[in-house]
């Protein structure tokens, strides 16, 4: 079975950095864009950056030159770097993909569970 796994979210003070790893683990053909999201209490989720299956990036305006995504695609991960972090940066962070399971010629979305980002003023 294709699941997404988030690591690397906790708690970090204003100014700090994180570093958020998803994996992509299960029978996989081959992964076309990712990307994450996050949702802060009574809010929407929200896209933070997205990369391609050749690196073309794009960011929410609100994270541009803090964060910085980028992928590893014989790994089958995506990590988001977190730089200059903010209390309004605290959310829950999710890691997506549009993932072409083995045997298939279709891509389908997926999300993981998410990791927690809390950051102190």
């Known amino acids: 079975q294709v699941q997404l796994v988030e690591s690397g979210g906790g708690l970090a003070q204003a100014g700090g950095s994180l570093r958020l790893t998803c994996a992509a683990s299960g029978p996989i053909s081959s992964i076309n864009a990712m990307g994450w999201y996050r949702q802060a209490p009574g809010k929407q989720r929200d896209m933070v950056a997205g990369i391609t299956s050749g690196g073309m990036r794009n960011y929410a305006d609100s994270v541009k030159g803090r964060f910085t995504i980028s992928r590893d695609n014989v790994k089958n991960t995506v990590l988001l770097q977190m730089n200059s972090l903010k209390p309004e940066d605290t959310a829950v962070y999710y890691c997506?993909?549009?993932?072409?399971?083995?045997?298939?010629?279709?891509?389908?979305?997926?999300w993981g569970k998410g990791t927690l980002v809390t950051v102190s003023s």
């Open positions: 997506n993909a549009d993932i072409v399971r083995a045997g298939e010629w279709y891509s389908e979305n997926y």
